[in-house]
């Protein structure tokens, strides 16, 4: 059996994180991904990175974590070739993934309308920081931008320490995922319907639907969320330093928090309603202050676990990735001789597994360029045709 999207061809003239990361999703799934760049600007990741050495060879690890499985072509679309041959490209695709300055691509000719009379069965996706509508459609931005914008920054750190970006470009990561879903669902549509879509991915949106709870909490009674660091609404599911660490404890609802007091021996805490909880915050974190440095946390952690009440001690990430139970999961893979790239490296791949036929990588990330001769030649383009392109600078 085939992979779900086998046989779909997705262009993919993204950059950075989140157009990119979509992209990478579905071609893990199948799809044969032509990323396109210009051939005097490449894509910004892929001089991005900790290891200066492949950035210089632009093949930096913000590039390599969701470039495999794609193929690389450079094209001017500022050229009325560069234009023409993306045209014909897009003739053979089923997606094709952007995220430039809202209206960009309109003005070059290759807007959703213009495509879609050449392939009336492109789904046409747009990427960008605040949607192709709205007061703030021209505005740029990037991840750490957007959790300001958005209120995720200001409901982050402690209530001494605030605001704080997160660590991680959540946003945009959640951006591409979203968008990969957003593609999947526009392509099991047309297999319905037999038509192409336009979808407005913005990253405002994203981060919204990323506070979904917080927005309806606010909406309902007005009350904005504040930043709290490890401390939660119940006392029994925070974070508490122990002997040697510090150890988030996860006794979220009543049967759990139940379970722990048991276990600790204190019968006399357990609450038989939220509002008991609620009443009694204060006294239950000091109670459990006191008690959770009587031990070590990783003793914690499995004696908590054992009785099964949720709890983990902090981990810094050489130790998360040294977890046996991230190597069962196969959510990372490893590369070996890659042009472009001394030695090996490891990259995440997808956060689910199929029984048969799921995501799999099939080829390295891209070195710049790579396959403009296999792609074009696959449109017609012969030998002589192609490097006149190259002197051109259309390629």
């Known amino acids: 059996m085939a992979r779900p999207f086998e046989g779909i061809r997705i262009i993919d003239i993204t950059h950075v994180l989140a157009g990119p990361f979509a992209a990478y999703q579905l071609g893990l799934m199948g799809a044969d991904v032509i990323k396109v760049e210009h051939p005097d600007d490449p894509d910004q990741s892929r ?9 210089h060879a632009l093949m930096g690890t913000g590039f390599l974590t969701q470039g495999s499985n794609k193929r690389a072509i450079t094209l001017n679309l500022k050229t009325e070739t560069g234009r023409a041959i993306l045209k ?7 997606v094709l993934v952007e995220n430039y300055r809202p209206g960009a691509f309109e003005a070059l000719g290759l807007g959703y309308e213009d495509l879609r009379k050449i392939n009336p069965r492109l789904i046409y996706a747009s990427f960008s920081a605040f949607g192709q509508g709205g007061p703030k459609r021209q505005r740029t931005a990037y991840d750490h931008v957007i959790q300001s914008t958005s209120g995720i920054m200001a409901m982050t750190g402690t209530p001494e320490v605030n605001p704080v970006k997160i660590g991680a470009p959540a946003i945009d990561y959640a951006t591409g995922t979203m968008g990969a879903y957003a593609l999947s669902a526009a392509l099991f549509q047309r297999e319905r319907t037999g038509a192409g879509q336009r979808i407005d991915m913005a990253m405002l949106d994203v981060a919204m639907i990323l506070m979904a709870s917080h927005v309806t909490g606010y909406l309902r009674n007005g009350k904005h969320p504040k930043p709290s660091g490890n401390r939660t609404g119940h006392a029994t599911s925070m974070a508490y330093r122990t002997a040697d660490g510090i150890v988030m404890l996860g006794a979220s609802n009543l049967r759990q928090q139940h379970r722990l007091w048991t276990v600790l021996e204190r019968a006399d805490m357990i609450k038989r309603s939220n509002d008991e909880r609620d009443a009694d915050h204060d006294r239950e974190e000091k109670i459990l ?32 990735l040294d977890d046996p139970q991230i190597a069962s999961r196969n959510v990372l893979h490893r590369h070996e001789n890659s042009p472009g790239v001394s030695g090996s490296f490891t990259v995440p791949v997808t956060a689910f597994k199929f029984e048969h036929d799921g995501p799999a990588v099939d080829r390295p990330p891209p070195t710049f360029g790579q396959h403009n001769e296999e792609v074009l030649t696959e449109l017609g383009y012969n030998e002589a045709e192609i490097a006149g392109f190259r002197a051109d600078n259309i390629i």
Do not use: C, Y
């Open 47 to 55: 001089d991005s990175g900790t290891d200066n050495d492949l950035n």
């Open 88 to 94: 014909k490209l897009v003739a053979t695709a089923d």
């Open 289 to 320: 202050t006191e008690i959770m440095l009587t031990r070590g946390a990783a003793e914690w952690e499995i004696f908590l676990q054992e009785r099964h009440v949720p709890a983990s001690r902090v981990r810094p990430m050489h130790e998360a």
